[in-house]
């Protein structure tokens, strides 16, 4: 399976050429497999880096996870944000029409870095008092405020890394983003320990150690970008950087419902924290740190869902929709077969992946019990996962984003509400199993109807 293949398969793709299943099944290997490793690499990175704060004690790693939530919500608009942009990017590439992509490269760059500086600002604003609004124990909020306001700091990188890393792979690169963000996780870990150990800083430190790596690692996917992709690079062109009112109406197209959608799904991971934050700190600590432990299993699908991402969005642009719905479903079985045996994994490892994390032997005890029940909702939610991909890449964000919701708050938050007073965090992950079961098979369905490729 060699670079050459992979350009070979995908130049067949844009110019119409036939492509057998298998060759199909090949290709989606081949632009899913740098992406998997990238994500196994973060999430073994993520694992020493939550362990370097586990390890200061319960209420240092409840305070990070008491606004992890509120953080994955900014850095949701964010990706909206680049999603907007990089379909086009797909499409064009999938047309052969590289110079038209280089013109989106621009103006998108452009526009990101304008959203993600008002995000910063807003995020900043709301630091101090964010904690006590979601609950927080008073042992925690001080931490958690300080965190949340240099994460926000950060986010003009983070978006920055985010556009640049999915306009790449949006033109069949998944190989550099990948390697990118590896060194990011590495860096994070690094600058982690130095700033949390060494300078003894704790949360703060891991907010400042995280912080530096997303800066080193945006500057490096920048110059990958506009130096390094043959497809999209901008070395010999020359060209405006003005948004067109065109362009930015297709992204609008494409990034407000999955705004909407993360403003819904990221409201509802605050209200999940708010529901979960009065059975106490080992309670809070443990949710956090399950959550942490349980991105074993799905961070591959989202790796593939990228891949799933480019495929079918470089299909359409080719105007081969038949295509496109082929890769959405090799990609989503692809997805189910990886999460089905990485969920086996953490069934049986449970303890000693929450040992991992944290000393605590509470919090240990009850996060092993919470994953060995999340184990049996990662097939489906392997489904959910990578058949939202795919939608994108049709730029079908509407509907998907409505069924995310419905699901979410409907299927998750309302019976967690009832259960979690009742039965403790178990009660939590009971509905939340219950919920990707349902979310996965809906997308099953949505992929399945003809009319979604027309």
Known sequence: MTRGSKDILLERLRGGGHLSMGESAKLSLLLSYPAILAQLSSIVMQYIDTAMVGHLGAAAGASIGLVSTCIWLFGGFAMACSSGFSVQVAHLCGASDFKGAREIVRQGLVCALIFSCFLALAGLAVAGPLPRWIGGPEDVVGDASVYFGIMSIALPALQIDFICASMLQASGNMKVPSILNIMMCVLDVGFNYIFIYLLDMGVTGAAIGTCCAELICAVAMLLALLRGSKELSLRHEKGSFAPSRKVVQKALHISVPMGLQNILLRGAHIASTVIVAPLGTVSIAAN????????????????????????????????RKDLARRFAWITTSMGMVIMTLTAALMWIFAPQLMGMLTPDAAVIE?????????????????????????????????????????SMWIVRIIPAAILTPKIGLMGFWIAMCVELNFRGIIFLARIARRSTWK
């Open 366 to 406: 009850l996060g092993a019990k919470v994953l060995r029940l999340e184990a049996f909702a990662e097939t489906m939610y392997a489904a959910s996962i990578v058949a939202y991909g795919a939608c994108v890449g049709i730029g079908d964000t509407k509907i998907p984003s409505i069924m995310n919701f419905t």
């Open 288 to 319: 956090a740190f399950a959550i942490t432990a349980e991105s074993f299993c799905y961070m591959p699908g989202y790796g593939i869902a990228d891949a799933a991402t480019s495929l079918v969005g470089q299909s359409c642009g080719a105007g």
